[in-house]
């Protein structure tokens, strides 16, 4: 008989919050025993995890007497709690936080499955991506992270078909990143002009939930590094870390040194309309030449380069005429020959990136039945 699966979900923010409302919809969900956020954690009491969590009333259950509430608790605590359930167990992080990724070995070491969105962990050291999956299986556990490119869009699943299936992977690129995409595509559109000022759009980006949770991580470049971090590991480059190749950044210089805080976070939304003249200048210089400015990646395999930055497009072309969020990814490879194997959509959004992790939950319980 199948093992029953029990779930914890750590991160209840825009996607952990769509993602619990998708889950509560999908019949014969696993069951729900621990839910945190930063301050605060929900656990199905033990020893029988029982009664689990409402997924898409947590918050009127949390109210009630049935659940065990508790403040942070530390990873080794999720982690133990999660590894006693009666049957197997997942561990969904819809965080962006760095350290619960820096334990995802001793989650899995102890057969505790890892589904998230959550770029940090295989973007980071080389040696934690080591980690990571040789953890896996060592303690039989399975490891899925498709949101983490291109949200919900089928990215990792393809590089990895191509890969798995002897393909040669030799360049990739394109719009990996959704607030990117939105900035530019609303600043800067190539089909009617605009006159929306860049800090505006990017209070818009936030507003809508595209953005990292410091907007700064995306206007530096810094997301879009991560990703063609994991992209290129998948094919095989061995990247050290996400800062090991040149990455334009689109914070101006005067706000760069602003500290990583609610605070600093704040600081640099407020004074960021003082620097909307050096994008106005960037979109002016591009429309001289009859062109739209981009911001877009590329890794080279065969060179062992990766590259992140704007650059000038036609109007025409197609990555000019992206709109919304929508990223573009191409995979050039030597089965599909000159014309390459394209990806493309909403590359952010709570729901889309919800749909990802989900996704990857029901393949992982598929896997471990
Ligand atoms: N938004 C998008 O379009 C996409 C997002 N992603 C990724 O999804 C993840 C979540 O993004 P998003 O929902 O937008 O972010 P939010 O900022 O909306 O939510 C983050 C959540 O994580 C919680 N959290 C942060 N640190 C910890 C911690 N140490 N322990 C427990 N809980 C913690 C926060 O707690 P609290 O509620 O207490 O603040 C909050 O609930 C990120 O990794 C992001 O990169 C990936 C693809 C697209
Ligand atoms: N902030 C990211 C969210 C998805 O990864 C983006 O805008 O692409
Ligand atoms: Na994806």
Redesign the pocket.
């Known amino acids: 008989m199948a093992s029953p699966i029990y779930l914890g979900v ?7 919050t769509a993602f619990l409302n998708q889950i509560a919809r999908l019949p014969n969900a696993p069951q729900l025993v621990l839910l ?4 605060q954690t929900l656990l199905a009491p033990t020893p029988a995890y029982s009664p689990a969590i409402p997924a898409g009333d947590w918050a009127t259950a949390s109210a009630g007497p049935s659940l065990t509430k508790k403040g ?1 608790l530390p990873a080794e605590e999720i982690a133990t709690y999660l590894a006693g359930v009666p049957g197997r167990a997942i561990l969904v992080d ?4 760095l ?2 990724a820096r334990a995802y070995p001793l989650f899995l070491k102890k057969g505790i499955s890892v589904v998230t ?4 962990g295989f973007s980071d050291d080389l040696s934690l991506w080591k980690d990571i999956f040789s953890s896996a299986t060592q303690g039989n556990a399975l490891v899925y992270h498709e ?2 490119v291109g ?1 919900g869009l089928p990215v990792l699943s393809t590089l990895k078909d191509l890969v798995a299936t002897g393909d040669e992977v030799t360049r990739i690129e394109g719009v990996f990143s ?1 607030t990117l995409s939105f900035l530019f595509n609303t600043f800067a559109p190539a089909s009617s002009s605009s006159d929306a000022q860049w800090s505006a759009v990017v209070a818009q980006a936030k507003e809508l ?2 953005t ?2 410091d907007p700064r991580d995306d206007l530096n470049g810094m997301d879009v590094a991560r990703k063609l971090t994991i992209l290129a590991r998948l094919a095989g480059l061995e990247v050290s870390r996400p800062d090991s190749f040149p990455i334009e950044s689109l914070i101006p210089t005067e706000l760069a040194s602003l500290p990583s805080s609610a605070d600093g976070i704040s600081e640099f939304m407020s004074r960021l309309p003082e620097f909307d003249g050096q994008m106005a200048d960037v979109k002016a210089t591009a429309e001289k030449q009859g062109k739209v400015v981009r911001y877009v990646g590329s890794i080279d395999i065969a060179a062992q380069s990766v590259k992140v930055g704007l650059q000038y497009f036609d109007k025409d072309s197609a990555i000019a005429g992206l709109k919304g969020s929508d990223n573009i990814i191409s995979f050039y490879t030597k089965r599909y020959g000159a014309n390459p194997l394209i990806v493309q959509g909403a590359g ?3 729901d889309v ?1 919800a749909m990802g992790v989900l996704g990857d939950l029901v393949k992982v319980i598929q896997r471990l039945q």
Do not use: F, I
């Open positions: 750590v991160g209840v923010g825009g996607v952990g945190a956020r930063s301050s942070a819809n965080t962006s936080d350290n619960l969105p959550n770029k940090k949101s983490t949200a959704g939930g595209y990292e949770p952010a959004g709570s990136t």
